[in-house]
């Protein structure tokens, strides 16, 4: 029967075999203590001078760290803390590594980026990228059950969801196309045939930003859904994100405590009805708490962590300025005569900031198209995507979730380049 460590509670006293790796180890006398690992957990291999032949003890002493190992002994529970070792009895070097770039001394973040395909063996960087594989089933399984159909839309695009100056532009077949930023429009055409759909995958932001909150490449879910409105769309975003933290918090406990997370607001996140508070609302507020604000523009980055920190519970802000939001979202005009946008950015506690943005789509086609031809944009390109409202358009609505984002929440890093494997920015781009 094959063994992974993660299931050593199972497999008390009895033999197993453990293939893996050594990431430290450290002696006491007559006995050697292996650190292993074998991508599902780790685990502490004892190994006895007195109850090994001389081949095994001398390969535990020749042990390197990172080298790969298949170890065979005795589960056992430890005799203090509430873990379980191996009682190693025969080891197997697979490959004896030579000396590790990332040894015990402290490296600085820069030098763990660059060297990232190494330093994912480290406990931090396979604690948050599980979390991360946690999150993604999540959403997989929610959506599955809420009746959505996923449709991948690609990741080659003709056109612009957001703004225009943070597209990568490539020749495609001597064609100018870009690397997408958003599956949505695509994703709305699909609505009029599947009712809800969603999609997952990579975008691409050219933004030359080297804040701890940016990456160039990044993964995004977009949902979108017919006869939706903005107000079925926020609770729908709020079923979900109670369903991820849930579903962390109960399947990533060992991932949590590695990070030394404090999970007390993420708990009561679950339990709590988050707010919403328009724009202009969120504004005041922030301006009386003595912050500097501007009524006419999007929530600055103080403003988020300010709002996170007072409310301690995800906030829906909603109503943004029109004119600083995408030109696909439904408009009005409130009592000041302002016009904004039926939207919502939900910001997170805890300094995570944004974490959804969403609206009611505009499902009008001459509004549609004037609000492109206003903005200049080439209206042969967008054909496709006014024709929804053509054909038998609906009331439809949708957000997008930044999944790096909403990892950095749960896991509470510092920096969101921790929260995905590989990260690309405008600086960082090996290996």
């Known amino acids: 029967m094959e063994f992974y460590i993660k299931d050593a509670s199972k497999f008390i006293n009895k033999k197993v075999e453990i293939k893996g790796w050594m990431y430290n180890k450290r002696s006491s006398g007559k006995i050697i203590f292996l650190q292993l690992r074998d991508g599902s957990g780790f685990i502490q ?52 590594s030579p000396e590790y770039p990332i040894g015990k001394k402290e490296h600085g973040p820069e030098f763990l980026f660059e060297n990232r395909d190494l330093y994912l063996r480290s406990k931090t960087p396979w604690a948050v990228l599980r979390i991360r594989d946690m999150v993604f089933r999540s959403i997989t399984n929610f959506f599955a059950e809420e009746g959505f159909v996923r449709t991948d839309t690609p990741i080659l695009q003709p056109t612009s969801c957001e ?40 975008v691409f932001r050219a933004e030359k930003s080297k804040t701890r909150n940016h990456l160039s490449e990044f993964w995004m879910m977009d949902a979108e859904m017919a006869y939706y409105d903005q107000n079925m769309n926020m609770d729908l975003q709020e079923k979900m994100i109670k369903r991820i933290i849930k579903d962390t918090l109960e399947n990533c406990k060992l991932e949590l405590e590695i990070l030394q997370r404090d999970t007390k607001i993420l708990e009561n996140c679950v339990k709590t009805k988050f707010l919403r508070k328009s724009h202009f609302e969120v504004k005041q507020e922030l301006e009386k708490d003595g912050l500097k604000v501007d009524y006419n523009d999007d929530l600055s980055t103080e403003e988020e962590i300010a709002l996170g920190n007072k409310y301690q519970i995800p906030v829906f802000v909603t109503d943004y300025p029109f004119e600083i939001k995408s030109f696909y979202m439904k408009s009005f005009v409130d009592e000041r005569g302002v016009k904004r ?33 206003k903005r200049n944009y080439p209206k042969k390109e967008y054909e496709w995507y006014l024709n929804i409202r053509k054909y038998g358009s609906v009331p439809h609505s949708g957000f997008g ?10 896991s509470g890093v510092h920096h969101i380049r921790e929260t995905i494997p590989f990260p690309r920015s405008t600086t960082l781009n090996r290996p």
């Not at 007195?50 to 529970?77: P, R, Y």
């Not at 597209?167 to 958003?182: A, G």
Request: glycine share 6%; aromatic share 8%; with cysteine.
């Open 45 to 96: 291999g004892v190994v006895e001078q007195k109850n090994v032949d001389e081949k095994v003890w001398e390969a535990a002493e020749n042990l390197t760290i990172e080298s790969s190992v298949i170890v065979n002994g005795t589960i056992t529970k430890h005799p203090k803390k509430e873990e379980y070792e191996i009682q190693v009895m025969h080891i197997e070097i697979v490959n004896l």
């Open 163 to 202: 703004d225009t100056t943070q597209l990568f532009e490539l020749d495609f077949y001597d064609e100018k196309m870009y690397l997408t930023q958003s599956g949505q429009l695509y994703s709305e055409a699909a609505i009029m045939s599947f009712g809800k759909v969603y999609d997952f995958g990579p």
């Open 341 to 373: 946008a039926k939207c919502a950015d939900l910001i997170a506690p805890e300094e995570a900031r944004e974490i959804i943005g969403g609206s009611q789509r505009e499902d009008d086609y001459e509004v549609l198209l004037n609000e492109i031809k």
């Open 401 to 410: 979730l930044g999944l790096e984002r909403m990892v950095r929440w749960l």
